[in-house]
């Protein structure tokens, strides 16, 4: 059995969708929520993917959003690249860098119709989550919960810690999103348990509702690691494992021993450097420094880039997901709309013929 690969989607449609017929096609348009190249039941068979055991996909997005320092969220769209509908079928978990969409005019800031209603159908129709991405950093925040104010800056208690978790639910919650991903950079390992356990009440396996337990309670960390008392609250701990910065070889990928493997995703910095054309970190180097080498679509033996290395590193067992930090420049890549990001989805979770 062949499989119809599509460019805007990784999984390939011969599953999804029982097809046994050989072709080879590829299809440069991306749909619309009006203009679906799929029946319903490619989509049902999608969710149904995303729910069961496979490797999962986790990525920063910022290219629905304005720039940096914009007064709103509110943007008119160019082209695909600057849309949800526009990422992969088989994408995992979004996180909302840069804010939140709404679609509703009275949230005046989160103002983006064209964005929110995407969201929406990407979260309905391809099972797709959505994160709030939560910047714990420095203790910088002010915000109002309950009609209280109150300032990190100036109150790092347990009370201000908790009512800014609460806060953030509320936003998650009022923003139909999937779940929250708190940045913990710059914050103790204690203050950070404190946060994640108050959003556990919302999020999470130890949810205190149904609904709860079917959202997503995140952590993501670069250099310093939370507290192992973190652990029975998360579904995942994201590292952002940027070019090998935490190591020289496979091992410095290594999680943390007191973290389940399916709960550990490794992401890279596609922004950085020449990461963005070559898939990448070029070489990546393995556990005994060696470079790791991969064959190129032409039958090459090439060396390895890093998203494929997390991606292998995932497939052997070591971690239950992948992906990279601002995905946005990969979809201008030359062999199609997310290329490397499809390829590498597909080597963690290969299609079964």
């Known amino acids: 059995m062949k499989k119809i690969l599509y460019i805007f989607s990784i999984v390939s449609a011969s599953v999804l969708m029982g097809c046994t017929k050989e072709e080879n096609l590829e299809v440069q348009k991306v749909p619309s929520p009006s203009d679906e190249l799929f029946d319903e039941q490619y989509y049902q068979n999608l969710r149904e993917w995303k729910a069961g055991k496979h490797t999962v996909t986790y990525v920063y997005y910022a290219a629905w959003a304005p720039l940096e320092g914009a007064s709103s969220m509110f943007k008119n769209p160019t082209n695909m690249s600057e849309r949800f509908i526009g990422l992969p079928d088989s994408l995992d978990i979004v996180n909302l860098w840069m804010g939140i969409p709404s679609a509703d005019p009275a949230d005046e800031y989160e103002y ?25 950093s420095h203790y910088r925040h002010k915000f109002t919960v309950n009609g209280k104010d109150w300032d990190l800056s100036e109150d790092r208690s347990e009370e201000a810690i908790c009512a800014y978790a609460d806060y953030n639910a509320q936003q998650v ?12 950079e710059g914050w103790s390992a204690a203050d950070m348990t404190i946060a994640i356990r108050q959003s556990a009440k919302y999020f999470g396996p130890q949810a205190e509702t149904e609904q709860g337990r079917r959202m997503l309670n995140i952590i993501d960390y670069f250099g310093a690691q939370p507290s192992s008392d973190v652990e029975p609250y998360v579904n995942y701990l994201v590292r952002q494992a940027y070019s090998q910065q935490i190591g020289n070889r496979y091992s410095g990928l290594g999680r943390p021993s007191w973290l389940p493997a399916e709960k550990y995703i490794i992401c890279e910095q596609w922004n950085q450097g020449n990461n963005r054309f070559n898939g990448g970190y070029v070489p990546y180097r393995g556990y005994n420094g060696e470079t790791l080498m991969t064959y190129d679509d032409s039958g090459n033996h090439v060396p390895m880039a890093s998203l494929e290395a997390y991606a292998r590193f995932c497939s052997d067992g070591n971690a239950g997901g992948f992906g990279a930090y601002y995905i946005d420049s990969d979809y201008f890549f030359s062999k199609g709309p997310y290329y490397n990001l499809r390829r590498c989805i597909q080597i963690a979770s290969p299609s079964i013929h």
Do not use: N, W
């Not at 119709?113 to 959505?130: H, I, L, N, W």
């Not at 923003?175 to 929250?180: E, P, Q």
């Open 173 to 184: 919650l009022h923003f139909g999103l999937d779940g929250i991903d708190y940045d913990f």
């Open 112 to 136: 983006s119709p064209v964005a929110a209603s995407d969201m929406k159908y990407c979260q309905e129709k391809k099972g797709t989550r959505f994160v709030m991405h939560a910047d714990a």
